[in-house]
């Protein structure tokens, strides 16, 4: 299998509004890995962040991070645009989320979304050996988790 995972329906919303505005947001030509590790950094800073409010603006900036790499592999093309680019992509999106909840393991909901993290990479690792792309957003979920925290 040479090809990237199909994304489920339930994406194509979201992947439809992000197909629109890609082609009006400057992409700079570099190695969408850059990106990537960007991210991971920022993942990796969230076990070090004191307040939901920092969490909160890390855990934004690493999705905007984890956008910018599909949109740079897309837009410049190369050999990170196929299912090499995919494999990276999804290996340093789980340990981005491993770190992230592993800043909260101590907390219920924290220990809640580490499981579904371990859930994620194992439809990972079925998705990449069947190319069928079954991955939750938690990242996403866990903004809004944060910024309820942030209000109670």
Known sequence: MDSVPARPRIAGGYRAALAWMEPHIPVPDVNPSWWSLLGLVGSVACLYAASPGVKLALVFGVLLTDWWDGATARRHGGELAGREGYIVDVVID????????????????????????????????????????????????WMGVLAWWMVA
């Open 94 to 141: 789980r340990f981005s989320e491993g770190f992230i909840f592993l800043a909260d393991v101590g907390h219920p909901v924290g220990r809640v979304f580490f499981v579904l993290f371990i859930f994620n990479t194992v439809s990972s690792i079925w998705g990449a050996k069947t190319g069928k792309h079954r991955i939750l957003p938690l990242r996403a979920v």
